[in-house]
T-cell receptor, first 113, second 113 residues
Framework: QKEVEQDPGPLSVPEGAIVSLNCTYS??????FMWYRQYSRKGPELLMY????GNKEDGRFTAQVDKSSKYISLFIRDSQPSDSATYLC?????????????FGQGTRLTINP | DSGVTQTPKHLITATGQRVTLRCSPR?????VYWYQQSLDQGLQFLIQ???????AKGNILERFSAQQFPDLHSELNLSSLELGDSALYFC????????????FGPGTRLLVL
């Protein structure tokens, strides 16, 4: 079983919908949680970074961490066609140490106009 | 544009061959990371250099090696290539060792025939 599980999709929703992307994990030591967005033929770019449990909001994006359930989510409100991309979750027990950062498989999202 | 450059963008080669991938970090970034992204394994950390020295190793095969030069650019050398080495190879750079500060390059797509 992988340390981080992420539904690869694909997920297709109409423009304006609320999108929910999720990851589950098994390592209770994880404290640092990230969401990356990756457009086709591009490198991943950091969208959201959270530490420990709770919510974090940035514009149309909200990241939630529920450590008791070992479950993290990314919500996208008022989704736009430009949000069509692959979304990767990533997490780590330590803020440093690239080798300790574990990525999910990525969920491919398409927003239909 | 993240400011991280990678060359070449695409590479097609045959099994058994050796290739070199090049990465130039963002101006001022001392740390360089190499990742491999494949459909079955997802994004996997390979190796990290900080100011010319190897800092961390991940799932890097013995056939692969890397180095960071005094001007801080880095090269990833892949030898005795196998079909399974076909993947996207990303370089990322950061100014510190904190994971959330990584900026990814556009990647090199390697196809081994």
């Amino acid at each position: 079983q992988k340390e981080v599980e992420q539904d690869p999709g694909p997920l297709s929703v109409p423009e304006g919908a609320i999108v929910s992307l999720n990851c589950t994990y098994s390592n209770s030591a994880f404290q640092y949680f990230m969401w990356y967005r990756q457009y086709s033929r591009k490198g991943p770019e950091l969208l959201m970074y959270t530490y420990s449990s709770g919510n974090k909001e940035d514009g149309r994006f909200t990241a939630q961490v529920d450590k008791s359930s070992k479950y993290i989510s990314l919500f996208i409100r008022d989704s736009q066609p430009s949000d069509s991309a692959t979304y990767l979750c990533a997490m780590s027990a330590s803020r440093q140490g690239a080798q300790k950062l574990v990525f999910g498989q990525g969920t491919r999202l398409t927003i239909n106009p | 544009d993240s400011g991280v450059t990678q060359t070449p963008k695409h590479l097609i080669t045959a099994t058994g061959q050796r290739v070199t991938l090049r990465c130039s970090p963002r101006s001022g970034d001392l740390s360089v990371y190499w990742y491999q992204q494949s459909l079955d394994q997802g994004l996997q950390f390979l190796i990290q250099y900080y100011n010319g020295e190897e800092r961390a190793k991940g799932n890097i095969l013995e056939r692969f090696s890397a180095q960071q030069f005094p001007d801080l650019h880095s090269e990833l050398n892949l030898s005795s290539l196998e079909l399974g080495d076909s993947a996207l190879y990303f370089c990322a750079s950061s100014v510190s060792l904190a994971q959330e500060t990584q900026y990814f390059g556009p990647g090199t797509r390697l196809l081994v025939l």
